[in-house]
């Protein structure tokens, strides 16, 4: 019952910002808390955001994971520059049209969408990469630390959590 009361305080606990412009939002407090620290340690908020995103992978895994994809827009203050990065899940490379048709070359229905066949190569690990290497300024290592310490270490597994499980 300590140990609950414990992490239910360590979560609720606000963070005190080390930076003067910035906001950072996420669907659990612990991915929000990892981007502050990463910003807190000199981050950029491309190296915030993957800080984040690998974050929740970890604590959040049944609605952000590594298993996934998705995009991210980015805008880099400097120049304004506007990014989009694709990070859907792709099909493995020797997939083709040939692999949803039948015996007779007739498309199977849903073979794409539901079963083995529809499972793709996931984008979010080369994306994570790709910004920070990019558009971050600090070594992937570290911003991926926050997420790396609490699969190790654990965390609180919320309601949520536990029902997905």
Same mark, same amino acid.
């Given at each position: 019952?300590?140990? /609950?009361?414990?992490?239910?305080? /360590?979560?609720?606990?606000?963070?005190? *910002?080390?930076?003067?412009?910035?906001?950072?939002?996420?669907?659990?407090? @612990?991915?929000?808390?990892?981007?502050?620290?990463?910003?807190? +340690?000199?981050?950029?908020?491309?190296? +915030?955001?993957?800080?984040?995103?690998?974050? &929740?992978?970890?604590?959040? *895994?049944?609605?952000?994971? &590594?298993?996934?994809?998705?995009?991210?827009? &980015?805008?880099?203050?400097?120049?304004?520059?506007?990014?989009?990065?694709?990070?859907?899940?792709?099909?493995?490379?020797?997939?083709?049209? +040939?692999?949803? @048709?039948?015996?007779?070359?007739?498309?199977?229905? %849903?073979?794409?969408?539901?079963?083995?066949?529809?499972?793709?190569?996931? %984008?979010?690990?080369?994306?994570?990469?790709?910004?920070?290497?990019?558009?971050?300024?600090?070594?992937?290592?570290?911003?991926?630390?926050?997420?790396?310490?609490?699969?190790?270490?654990?965390?609180?597994?919320?309601?949520?959590?536990?029902?997905? +499980?």
């Amino acid at each position: 019952m300590i140990m /609950l009361m414990l992490a239910v305080l /360590l979560i609720g606990a606000p963070v005190r *910002p080390a930076f003067a412009a910035a906001a950072i939002a996420s669907a659990h407090p @612990l991915a929000t808390q990892a981007g502050a620290r990463v910003l807190a +340690a000199g981050g950029n908020a491309f190296d +915030a955001a993957v800080a984040v995103a690998a974050t &929740l992978a970890v604590v959040e *895994p049944f609605g952000s994971g &590594l298993g996934g994809g998705g995009f991210w827009l &980015l805008r880099r203050a400097r120049d304004g520059r506007e990014i989009v990065v694709d990070a859907r899940e792709r099909a493995p490379g020797a997939a083709g049209p +040939a692999l949803f @048709l039948d015996a007779a070359g007739r498309p199977v229905p %849903g073979a794409s969408i539901d079963g083995p066949l529809a499972a793709g190569i996931p %984008g979010l690990p080369a994306a994570l990469a790709h910004v920070a290497g990019q558009y971050g300024t600090r070594p992937l290592a570290e911003t991926l630390q926050p997420a790396i310490e609490h699969a190790r270490a654990g965390f609180p597994v919320g309601d949520a959590y536990h029902r997905a +499980a």
